[in-house]
Nanobody, 122 residues
């Protein structure tokens, strides 16, 4: 069974940066494409970023230019770095895996982590 554990969230001031991590276990990490999603209070979960098996990257238009997704296959870990954080970035950030080449739609993902809370103060 595939398991994902996110970490790196916390309380930051507006304009600051965070690097989130997602450790994947259960299967060979390198065969998976990965995605990051977020869910703000009272809102639907939305796509943030994705990375393919071959390290192609995809970003939400609203976050493009402020975030970077990357992976380290040796550590079975995917990262999401977010810069210039805004209060509206406050959300639970979750990582997910898909067996597709890549996916932007959350319905295409097979496994999910529980998420890590990011809170941005003004």
């Amino acid at each position: 069974q595939v398991q994902l554990v996110e970490s790196g969230g916390g309380l930051v001031q507006a304009g600051g940066s965070l690097r989130l991590s997602c450790l994947v276990s259960g299967r060979t990490f390198s065969i998976y494409a990965m995605g990051w999603f977020r869910r703000a209070p009272g809102k639907e979960r939305e796509f943030v970023a994705a990375i393919s098996r071959s390290d192609g990257t995809f970003y939400s238009e609203s976050l493009k230019g402020r975030c970077t997704i990357s992976r380290d296959n040796a550590k079975n870990t995917v990262y999401l770095s977010i810069n210039s954080l805004k209060p509206e970035d406050t959300a639970v950030y979750s990582c997910a895996v898909t067996q597709r080449q890549y996916a932007l739609d959350l319905s295409r993902y097979d496994y999910w982590g529980q998420g890590t809370q990011v809170t941005v103060s003004s």
